[in-house]
């Protein structure tokens, strides 16, 4: 168990809809990263939070947003989906500064699926 | 900004036999290296890290090696198993706090 937590783990659901996935970092990180992960696909990384302040943007769809909230979670909101959508979405952590900054700790995911 | 390229995309290797894969940085300002094995439908799982002032690590059945001066890192696994079949990918990062870069990915398939 990493200590990063997501939910949901699944979730199914239409096209043009939206959905807000949830993310709690591991006790005393600052910083929570969001990767996607198509199918077969590497890790594409979209957007970075530190201590509630978006700190990297990658390349993230303008139809994403994303926000860090005073507790530390974070949560992803996909809009109006597409079938393309469909992937595993990971959120991470670390604890942004030193050596221990370094490294970066993964959820297992919540895997998006658009019918 | 930061891309980091990984060869092969697939390994076969059978049992025993030794598998390295191979990543490209193209940052010089990147200094720390990590490993992660990701399971089908699993996280990603730190295996190794490497930074920038050592040249090589080792942990059990794995090592790193890393030149800086050529902008190159690699995995080896020796004494495969095929509980190393997984997704292998390598990353980058400048500093702590700092997002990773990740590369392609490498499939191993240790065959018994």
């Known amino acids: 168990d990493s200590g990063v937590t997501q939910t949901p783990k699944h979730l199914i659901t239409a096209t043009g809809q939206r959905v807000t996935l949830r993310c709690s970092p591991r006790s005393g990180d600052l910083s929570v990263y969001w990767y996607q992960q198509s199918l077969d696909q590497g890790l594409q990384f979209l957007i970075q939070y530190y201590n509630g302040e978006e700190r990297a943007k990658g390349n993230i769809l303008e139809r994403f947003s994303a926000q860090q909230f005073p507790d530390l979670h974070s949560e992803l909101n996909l809009s109006s989906l597409e079938l393309g959508d469909s992937a595993l979405y990971f959120c991470a952590s670390s604890v942004h500064t030193g050596i221990s900054g370094n490294t970066i700790y993964f959820g297992e995911g919540s895997w998006l699926t658009v019918v | 900004g930061e891309n980091v390229e990984q060869h092969p995309s697939t390994l076969s290797v059978q049992e025993g036999d030794s598998a390295v894969i191979k990543c490209t940085y193209s940052d010089s300002a990147s200094n720390y290296f990590p490993w992660y094995k990701q399971e089908l439908g699993k996280r990603p799982q730190l295996i190794i890290d490497?930074?920038?002032?050592?040249g090589e690590k080792k942990d059990q059945r794995i090592a790193v090696t890393l030149n800086k001066t050529a902008k190159h890192f690699s995995l080896h696994i020796t004494e495969t198993q095929p509980e190393d079949s997984a997704v292998y990918f390598c990353?980058?990062?400048?500093?702590?706090?700092?997002?990773?870069?990740f590369g392609g990915g490498t499939r191993v398939l240790v065959k018994p």
């Open positions: 990353a980058a990062r400048k500093t702590a706090g700092n997002k990773l870069t």
């Open positions: 490497i930074r920038s002032n050592v």
